[in-house]
């Protein structure tokens, strides 16, 4: 074998050796560190005036409330284009109805994206009532789309769920 190998395969042993020596020097310094030194244990009484009376059995548990009812019927929720030319008018309408005893209005609605946008105005709607809700899809993109749009009636109720969906094609 070459010299120079052997040599440098000397003093890599005995870098590893030396390293590893100094790190169980230093694990064991700092270990007897640890038992020098004494955490004083906080003892903190509890003390309380309260009685705590075990819970009734009988009770139903209560459910959080998910918001204001109300009952709405859509003449569609979902919009087919089918095919529709490129930079057509992409606006329509979904009319709805309040069909429950409590009165309803528009919270809020949301589109994920920016080729769909609903308008609609605020309005308390009685029993009886009915109103409808504009939503417009850009048609400047070519190709198949299908969009959701939410709308939320009454604070804190679950969305509604509406869908446009078609064909952009080249005018």
Not at 107 to 129: D, H, I, M, Q, Y
Request: proline share 6%; aromatic share 8%; with cysteine.
């Amino acid at each position: 074998m070459d010299s120079k190998f052997l040599k440098g395969l000397s003093v890599g042993v005995v870098l590893l050796i030396l390293g590893a020596g100094y790190h169980f020097k230093t694990v064991k310094a700092a270990t007897k560190l640890e038992q020098q030194v004494e955490v004083p244990e906080v003892k903190t009484p509890v003390t309380t005036t309260e009685t705590i009376a075990p819970a009734p059995t009988n009770v139903p548990p209560k459910v959080k409330n998910i918001g204001t009812p109300y009952e709405i019927s859509f003449n569609k929720r979902e919009h087919d284009y089918g095919k529709i030319k490129k930079g057509s008018d992409g606006a329509v309408y979904f009319k709805f109805t309040n069909v429950g005893n409590d009165v309803v209005s528009i919270t809020g609605s949301t589109a994920f994206c920016g080729c769909t946008v609903p308008e609609w105005k605020p309005k308390r709607l009685n029993k009886g009532e009915s109103d409808s809700i504009k939503v417009i899809y850009d048609t400047k993109r070519i190709g198949y789309f299908n969009k959701v749009v939410h709308i939320n009636f009454n604070k804190n109720s679950k969305p509604e769920v509406l869908t446009l969906k078609g064909h952009v094609i080249e005018k």
